[in-house]
């Protein structure tokens, strides 16, 4: 049996690795950034030299990039090896663009699993990433021990690439919208003179909150700006989201405005700063300094 192969060891990507190795797969990595899986060779996985090595020693690939173009750059060098195998996709595109990655994987014999995941790095670290996986039934079945591995909610959304990407934009356009909420509702908290830790409790506890209120909420009363997804990946994640709208015919007022303040935020902030920082829009609007 060959082993498990990993592409893009990121913050995510590292930490799905680990937590599969810790349930008894034997694995083969690759990153452009070899130190960031140098801890998990040390540990037992195998580090590949190219992405055709990893393909030559592999059956099954998790890959986790960023964009699209990535994914292609990525399964063009890895199909020229990967033969009869399989590709799971964990990062977040449009519908079309995983689509035509199915189309590429099938035309060197390969299936692909359309599966972005929900949870940040902390859930990626805690092994409780929520995953949105379409392909047929019987792949699904096939796979399931693997994704159980990484994660708390290995759900089949759909049996058709794509349809993953479809339930990982809604998700994300409620992220963005609930995300410039919550720093709206702040911001207001604030310019009325309320105790901030006083209305997060009582919003936590009533009709108006929300996930992302609940868990960003405190670090916003703390000031707690470490970055746990970016304003870049949260620009592209509600973009994506208006796209797939505007594809399928549907109307997203809300999500748009969403994304004019994220690009609004990546312009004036670094884009590599916490998505929450979204909320300094709002405070340089009111004159409020911290």
Known sequence: MKKIGMIGLGAMGHSVAENIMKNGFQMVLFD????????????????????????????????????????????????????????????????????????????????MIDCPVSGGTAGAKAGTLTLMAACPDELFREKLPLLSAFSANPKQVGTKCGQGQAVKAINQLLVGVHMCATAEAFTLATKCGLDLQMMYDTICTSAGRSEIFRNRGQYLIERNFDTRSTLAI?????????????????????????????????????????????????????????
Not at 33 to 60: F, I, N, W
Not at 64 to 69: A, E, F, G, L, W
Not at 80 to 102: K, P, Q, R, S
């Open 234 to 290: 949260q620009l592209k994640d509600t973009t994506i989201a208006c796209k797939t709208a505007e594809a399928a015919g549907a109307p997203t007022f809300l999500a748009n405005t969403a994304k004019e303040l994220f690009k609004l935020a990546v312009n004036k902030y670094p884009p590599t700063d916490d998505s929450l920082e979204v909320v300094r829009i709002y405070e340089e609007l009111c004159n409020l300094e911290f």
């Open 32 to 111: 452009i950034r070899p130190e960031a899986y140098a801890d998990l060779v040390a540990q037992g996985a195998e580090g590949a030299a190219s992405l055709q090595e990893l393909g030559q020693k592999t059956d099954t690939v998790l890959m986790m990039v960023n964009t699209y173009p990535q994914c292609v750059s990525v399964m063009t060098s890895l199909l020229e090896t990967l033969e009869n195998g399989v590709i799971i996709n964990l990062g977040t595109i449009a519908m079309d663009e995983a689509e035509a990655l199915e189309r590429m994987a099938a035309e060197k014999n390969c299936q």
